[in-house]
């Protein structure tokens, strides 16, 4: 007689919540290019170091300190980024792509509105026409700076 036994039973799991990333505020610290905005951040970062207190730190402590006072320093000079990008770069974008793209969401919202597969099927050609005049759109842009580049190149 066998000692195990046969346990059938339903489970049910709760779907995790994706993970969406959470933008981070950054120094500034591009604008450290510009030459009046570097000799300040210089000065300022020389008057701190010259007030800082330096002995009976070790090395370590001395590094974190520097850090310190540098990080600060460009904090209050080149300020903080507000906010992610907000606009992708799109250089292949034109009226064409526009109208192609507008049709799409029109055919999506018919067929989630509609449901049936008729609607689904206007969504699919549009969104395949979309992806082809993207494509092509994208396709003559790179044509065009490379024809750019190369006459650049040629002078």
């Known amino acids: 007689m066998p000692k195990h036994k046969l346990l059938v039973m339903d489970m049910w799991f709760k779907a995790t919540k994706s993970w969406h990333w959470k933008f981070e505020p950054r120094v500034r610290v591009w604008k450290l290019k510009e030459e009046k905005t570097y000799e300040e951040y210089r000065r300022i970062v020389g008057d701190k170091v010259e007030e800082a207190k330096w002995t009976g730190l ?70 395949q026409n979309a992806k082809r005049v993207i494509s092509s759109a994208k396709e003559k842009k790179q044509k065009e700076c490379a024809n750019d580049w190369l006459k650049k190149d040629r002078i």
Not at 68 to 84: F, L, R, V, Y
Not at 93 to 120: C, L, Q, S
């Open 58 to 127: 070790g090395v370590n402590d001395r590094w974190q300190q520097m850090k310190g006072i540098m990080m600060e320093t460009a904090q209050d000079i080149c300020k903080m980024t507000k906010g992610p990008c907000r606009h992708r770069e799109t250089w292949w974008w034109n009226e064409e792509v526009a109208e192609a793209v507008r049709e799409k969401k029109i055919m999506y919202g018919k067929w989630k509105k509609e449901n049936t597969k008729e609607a689904r099927m206007e969504y699919t050609k549009s969104r």
